[in-house]
């Protein structure tokens, strides 16, 4: 009988007594006492620390657990910057749908608005990343990302010979960085924001091998924030201080743009070439450039159907 | 039939012995070809892990090494005049008069109410070179048939002129622009052209032309670029720190001064 796999497999509870020797945990003992010690300090942890460690996935938050974490994260970066901070969880408003254009024909590259975006949404200073990537592209040559240099820098822009194409998030309609995302931590608000969640994210880069306009950056170190450059109006799905190891990008600056207000790239542009609003409403100033205007999006063949689009505005 | 049958059973012995032969002489595995092959390729592979082996780090392509990672902070000239929203309610709804709330135009110091000295000077409408005022002023505005008085009024200096002969305020000089520039004028109205703050749903504040195009000489101004994101060769600080050290990447002025790439103009 002790020779048949399925008894050695599963020994009867009276083999495991007889086989453990005097002074010895049996099995059944050592497993009942895990169990009673992960209850008890389950139990006996404070509700803080349960929130903190064992959270949900923000979508399955209920109202007053969204605002236990936004008072615990409130607090949090109150102690690390010592300031008053302001963390919002606004959620999308009805009826909108938010769109952007970009003028190429105005863009001098600049690159006023990557900063003001670093500045705005607290990205990390070192190692060092940045939303916005401004492409350097030859005239003769046109839309050419095989060719394009972001590291251009020539003592004034514009420079004659060249052009200049700004990439962010260009905000899919059909995002398939969300769709890869093995654990649901990136998904697309009904305001047509793609956002993540820095809590529930895992950190696999998945999103990143996905997108095509390389759009999302991964804190490959401790990011380093100095407290005199801290922004404190803050968005729990936006801009607020990211930790090790979560992929962030573009969110159109969800802490404003739920506000009313324009996203920073937009206000800093010396240029105006930058263009915000709201698609789904027939007088903004994007829907207006997309009916007179000639508008196209980056990598349209793979139908990722972007609404960051681009214009000749001449 | 009975003709083709007897030409056939010659050839079938012949056709599979054929095949035999073919088998034992290209078979790799029982032929010698084996060893000049197992040759080739095992030089291939050590061709390939020498190039990898003695291959130079990545060097940083032409122009500028982008080896030092800079922020915001570092520009405090370019963030610090961000304004805040001016007054944004009032302005008409009627097309025809419709005044956009824009801030005040960019005078020069000093130079507003213009009739404070040409209200002593009689006119001179006589198109020539200035001297000894406004020399400053570069005409580079179709100066070919363009002078002072067909955009300045010659009686009321304080104001603009329209080609109708209609007086404007400085503060509506799109007005006047919008004479020969029309669907400029008709995009910066729907909000297409030119540089919105404040809010995408409500208020906003609006440019005039002049504050980004000098009416003299409207092209807008070259900037100094900020500089590049930094290489991800170079993204740890200690890498940057090192390149600093050893003295191959100067960049860490050149992003300061603006780099030493593409300015031969």
């Known amino acids: 009988m002790p020779d048949t796999p399925t008894d050695r497999g599963i020994p009867s509870g009276a083999d495991e007594e007889t086989n453990a020797a005097p002074g010895q945990l049996s099995r059944r003992d050592f497993l009942t006492a895990v169990g009673v010690a992960a209850a008890g300090f389950l139990a006996g942890c404070t509700p803080e620390f349960r929130e903190k460690y064992l959270q949900k996935h923000f979508l399955e938050l209920s109202p007053q657990e969204v605002e236990a974490r936004l008072a615990r994260l409130r607090d949090d970066y109150a102690k690390r910057f010592g300031q008053e901070v302001s963390v919002s969880a606004l959620p999308a408003q009805p009826g909108v749908l938010y769109g952007y254009a970009l003028d190429l024909s105005r863009c001098i590259g600049c690159r006023r608005c990557v900063y003001a975006c670093v500045r705005e949404n607290n990205q990390s200073r070192s190692p060092q990343i940045q939303w916005i990537r401004v492409l350097e592209m030859e005239k003769e040559k046109g839309i050419d990302f095989e060719t394009a240099n972001p590291y251009y820098n020539p003592e004034r822009v514009p420079d004659p010979e060249h052009f200049y194409v700004p990439v962010a998030c260009q905000q899919c309609r059909t995002p398939q960085c969300t769709m890869v995302c093995p654990v649901g931590a990136t998904w697309q608000e009904p305001d047509g924001i793609v956002v993540v969640d820095y809590d529930w994210c895992i950190g696999c880069r998945y999103c990143m091998a996905a997108c095509p306009y390389g759009a999302r950056h991964f804190n490959w170190g401790e990011p380093e924030l100095p407290v005199a450059e801290f922004n404190p109006n803050l968005h729990i799905l936006g801009n607020r201080p990211r930790p090790q190891g979560v992929v962030e990008k573009c969110t159109f600056c969800v802490q404003r743009a739920r506000v009313g207000r324009y996203p920073a790239c937009v206000e800093i542009c010396p240029v105006g070439a930058r263009k915000f609003g709201n698609l789904l409403d027939p007088e903004s100033e994007i829907t207006r450039i997309i009916r007179e205007k000639r508008v196209f999006v980056l990598k349209a063949e793979l139908k990722t159907e972007p609404k960051f689009y681009y214009f000749y505005g001449i | ?265």
């Open chain 2, 1 to 265: 039939m009975s003709e083709v049958r007897p030409s056939h059973p010659p050839n079938d012995p012949g056709h599979g012995d054929h095949m035999e032969t073919l088998e034992s002489e290209f078979s790799i595995a029982r032929s010698n070809a084996l060893i000049p092959l197992l040759v080739i390729s095992a030089v291939t592979v050590l061709a390939i892990l020498a190039v990898i082996v003695r291959a130079k780090p990545v060097a940083p392509p032409e122009g500028v090494a982008a080896d030092k990672a800079f922020g915001p902070a570092d520009f405090p000239v370019v963030f610090a005049k961000e304004e805040a929203l001016v007054g944004l309610d009032g302005g008409g709804t009627d097309a025809a008069t419709l005044i956009f709330p824009v801030p005040a135009p960019p005078f020069s110091e000093g130079i507003f109410p213009c009739m404070e000295c040409h209200g002593s000077i009689p006119p001179n409408p006589e198109r020539r070179t200035l001297e000894g005022m406004h020399t400053d002023i570069v005409l580079h505005h179709d100066e070919e048939h363009r002078w002072c008085l067909d955009c300045h009024d010659m009686n009321d200096r304080n104001q603009l002129r329209l080609a109708s002969g209609a007086l404007v305020p400085f503060t509506e000089s799109y007005r006047l622009c919008g004479q020969c520039h029309g669907t400029q004028y008709r995009d910066w109205r729907s909000g297409i052209h030119g540089k919105r703050t404040g809010y995408w749903n409500g208020a906003k504040r609006y440019l005039l032309c002049v504050h980004c195009h000098n009416p003299h000489s409207p092209r807008f101004a070259s900037l100094q670029p900020l500089p590049p994101p930094v290489r991800p060769q170079f993204l740890r600080p200690e890498d940057a720190v090192a390149v600093a050290a050893s003295g191959e990447g100067s960049s860490g002025s050149a992003g300061k001064e603006g780099g030493h790439a593409g300015h031969a103009h």
